[in-house]
């Protein structure tokens, strides 16, 4: 089992819906969590970050964590085309310690 | 201010020949992380550098992986010699602070390694 989970994907939404992007994780030493997105032949850049239980958004995006649970996600809103691409989750352990997941490839179909 | 720069961007290579890449992090950043990616798959950790102490190599083949960062900068990856299956693209990021758990990493473009 890997330490980070994330649906394999691909996953495909139409133009203005949700896209909701899952992660597991198996650390409970976990402290902060990452998303990053990747863009096909390019390097991962950062989304949103989330430490806390609960939700946190910016913009059209949503964080949600679940420590008990040890379950992340991210909500995209409004989907556009612009947001294809491979979305990669990052967990952090407080030693500083980085594990990505395999990340989720999605389609914003127009 | 100028993000973390590699290079090469492109390298290609027959097997059993060294090859080294580059990394220079963003000014202040601490923190210096190789990372290797294969296609379909998320950055997998090779060694992590917090100044000048890497103090996480244990995915470092070192029989065949050195990485140093001699000043607490600039740092470089070698492999020797080189086998088919580390084609791949290699990153490296930075962080602000090093020891924590909360700061984003900013990566560089990558290096594609194809070994021929």
């Known amino acids: 089992q890997k330490e980070v989970e994330q649906n394999s994907g691909p996953l495909s939404v139409p133009e203005g819906a949700i896209a909701s992007l899952n992660c597991t994780y198996s650390?409970?030493?976990?402290?902060?969590f990452f998303w990053y997105r990747q863009y096909s032949g390019k390097s991962p850049e950062l989304i949103m970050f989330?430490?806390?239980?609960g939700d946190k958004e910016d913009g059209r995006f949503t964080a949600q964590l679940n420590k008990a649970s040890q379950y992340v996600s991210l909500l995209i809103r409004d989907s556009q085309p612009s947001d294809s691409a491979t979305y990669l989750c990052?967990?952090?352990?407080?030693?500083?310690?980085?594990?990505f997941g395999d990340g989720t490839t999605l389609t914003v179909k127009p | 201010e100028a993000g973390v720069v590699q290079s090469p961007r492109y390298k290609i290579i027959e097997k059993k020949q060294p090859v080294a890449f580059w990394c220079n992090p963003i000014?202040?950043?601490?923190?210096l992380y190789w990372y290797l990616q294969n296609l379909g798959q998320g950055p997998e950790l090779l060694i992590r550098?917090?100044?000048?102490?890497?103090?996480?190599d244990s995915q470092l083949p070192k029989d065949r992986f050195s990485a140093e960062r001699l000043k607490g900068v600039d740092s470089t990856l070698k492999i020797q010699p080189a086998e088919l299956g580390d084609s791949a693209v290699y990153l490296c990021?930075?962080?602000?602070?090093?020891?924590?758990?909360?700061?984003?990493?900013?990566f560089g473009p990558g290096t594609r390694l194809t070994v021929l």
């Open positions: 990021a930075s962080s602000l602070e090093g020891g924590g758990s909360y700061n984003e990493q900013f």
């Open positions: 650390d409970r030493g976990s402290q902060s």
């Open positions: 989330i430490y806390s239980n």
């Open positions: 990052a967990v952090n352990t407080n030693a500083g310690k980085s594990t």
């Open positions: 000014s202040g950043h601490n923190t």
């Open positions: 550098y917090e100044n000048e102490e890497a103090v996480d």
